[in-house]
C-alpha cells in the first residue's frame, strides 16, 4: 500500500496493560498511509486477570498480542524486542497504560531507545508512555505533554510541559491522552514524510 510513509518502519513497544487503543489507532492509522508497523510485545508487568504460563500481552481492555481481530500480515507484522534493530525503525512507538511503568525499567527497551535517540530516529510517546522517554533521559530541554499523571515526572526529568494534543520537539513527539490520538498521529505522519 503506498502512502506519505512507504518505507517507513514504525515500532510499537508494549507490555502488559498497555492502553488498547492507543496500540490499535497508531497500528490502523500509520499502515492506512503505508508504513510498515512492527509490535513488539514484551512479556513483563503485572496482570490482573489470571495468569496462566505463556499468557500473552494483553491491554488494559483485554486485546491480546497476537490480534486476534485483525490477524499480523496485513497490517502489522509481530517481532521481538530482540528483533529491532535501531538502524532499521524510523520511529519507536510507546503507547499508555500501566505498560510504560514495566517498560521504564527493562534495560533492553531503555538501550534501544537510547540508541534510536542516538541516532536521530522519532520516539513517540503517549499518555503515560513518556515515563519510558523519561527513564531513558531523552526530554530534558524538550517541550513535552502526557496524560496530567506524569506532568511532574516531564518537569523534574528537565521537559517544560505543555497542556494540549500532541508536541514534536525534534525527533521527540509526545500525545497527551486517547482523544488526542488524532494529533499524535498525525505529528508522527508529518514527522516521518519529511
Known sequence: MDGKLTGKSVAIIVAHEYEDIELLYPLLRLSEEGADILVAAVAIGSHPRPWVENKPVT????????????????????????????????????????????????????????????????????????????SAGVVRGRRATGVSAVKDDLINAGAEYLDVPAVRDGNVITGRVPNDLPEFCQEIIWALAG
Not at 122 to 131: K, N, R
Request: hydrophobic share 40%; with cysteine.
Open 59 to 134: 491491554g488494559r481492555f483485554g486485546h491480546p498480542i497476537p490480534l486476534p481481530i485483525m490477524p499480523a500480515g496485513k497490517r502489522h507484522r509481530l517481532v521481538t524486542l530482540e528483533d529491532l534493530r535501531s538502524s532499521e525503525v524510523d520511529c519507536l512507538l510507546f503507547p499508555g497504560g500501566f505498560s510504560p511503568d514495566f517498560l521504564r525499567r527493562h534495560a533492553p527497551t531503555l538501550a534501544l531507545t537510547r540508541e534510536c535517540h542516538a541516532q536521530g530516529k522519532l520516539l513517540a510517546a503517549i499518555c503515560h508512555g513518556p515515563w519510558v522517554l523519561i
